[in-house]
């Protein structure tokens, strides 16, 4: 069997002494599957992925996760720093000293695969929230990311966009390879992941078949 792509095993973390907000919280996320984060407000979800991501350090704990990774804000505007489309995907390549022909084979590649070739030279303000949020994953796959980390990603969109960018992650996962682990509130979203993760009270209390967990989400509502 092969390893995880993402795998925490009895995370500790708080933001104030005392009061933690992760504690002996362990999951696994398989290599090759779409998985889903859920959980009520204020139960740690954003903390955990921003964990995953090693943009905060847990006070105990391991996480293990398949690098490089991507990270897909709820918020776009949040993470596209360039004017144009074409140009934010090249920048998340500079630390990578690759040429300037990888670059530009990178880039289209990863615009490709988000059906987004005819964009790359539109201004970043002419976009929809829709393609901003699939610019910002096609930065992570121009990065090879092996898994890609979503937080809320369709929280900002209409329904007709929020399902659009599901299915394309979707796709992405199968016919990439890499894992996703995508956090959300709309169960409708559970329809296209391979599995659930639930978190409450700072550790996963339950994980497994989506369908399962949208049916006992919907049963507490
Ligand atoms: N930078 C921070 N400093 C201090 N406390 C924080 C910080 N970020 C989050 N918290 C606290 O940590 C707790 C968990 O927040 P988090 O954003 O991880 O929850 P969440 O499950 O993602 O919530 P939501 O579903 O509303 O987005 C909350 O009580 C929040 O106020």
Redesign the pocket.
Known sequence: MTSPAVSVQDLYFS??QDKP?LKSCSLTVPQGEFWMLL??????????LKLLAGLLVPQSGVIEVKPPVGFVFQNPDHQLVMPTVGADVAFGLVEENLSAIAVIARVREALDAMNLLDFQRRPIYALSGGQKQRIAIAGAIARRCEVLIL??PTALLDPDAQIELVVQVQNLVKSRGIAALW?T?RLDELDYCDGALL?ENGCVVDRGEPLRLKQRLMRED
């Not at 959980?39 to 955990?48: H, V």
């Open positions: 933001w104030h907000i959980g009520a407000n204020g139960s740690g979800k954003s903390t955990l937080d809320e956090v509130h978190l």
